[in-house]
């Protein structure tokens, strides 16, 4: 694999993803899903307010654009609050193995509403990430 400029954020992002599930995880054993989910947003506040900063207080201004960041924001509060639900009732590893599966649903939108194509090496590997999602889920 060739790194280039997205590799380096991307592995970030993926410790950074692995540490909120399981920090997810031990709010669950102490406090209630929508009180974990006011304590995240007070995270993302923090790193709004830091990305603020870092633009010099110059967002940019669209009217599209900041639905679009608004939806965002949205689904991922509400998604929070059903995972911690999810946490808080079945066992870590399949929660975590379902909610992981998202990157599909991302690239089926693209497809239908982005009209980016898919390939079949791309279908096959959802298949794979299906029959993965099955076989670690199922005892």
């Known amino acids: 694999m060739n790194p280039s400029s997205w590799y380096f954020p991307s592995l970030i992002a993926l410790f950074l993803y692995g540490a909120w599930g399981y920090w997810g995880t031990r709010a669950s054993n102490f406090i209630n899903p929508l009180s974990i989910t006011f304590y995240s947003?007070?995270?993302?506040?923090i790193s709004g307010i830091i990305a603020l900063i870092l633009l010099d207080f110059k967002l940019d201004l669209c009217p599209k654009g900041s639905t679009y960041g608004l939806l965002n924001g949205l689904a991922s509060g509400i998604a929070c609050i059903f995972f911690i639900l999810a946490l808080r009732n079945g066992p870590t590893m399949p929660v975590v193995l379902v909610?992981?599966?998202?990157?599909?649903?991302t690239l089926l939108l693209s497809v239908v509403f982005l009209k980016q194509g898919l390939t079949l090496k791309h279908g096959l590997g959802m298949v794979f990430a299906i029959l993965a999602l099955i076989l670690f889920a199922s005892e």
């Open 41 to 45: 947003s007070i995270g993302v506040l």
């Open 99 to 105: 909610t992981s599966m998202y990157p599909m649903i």
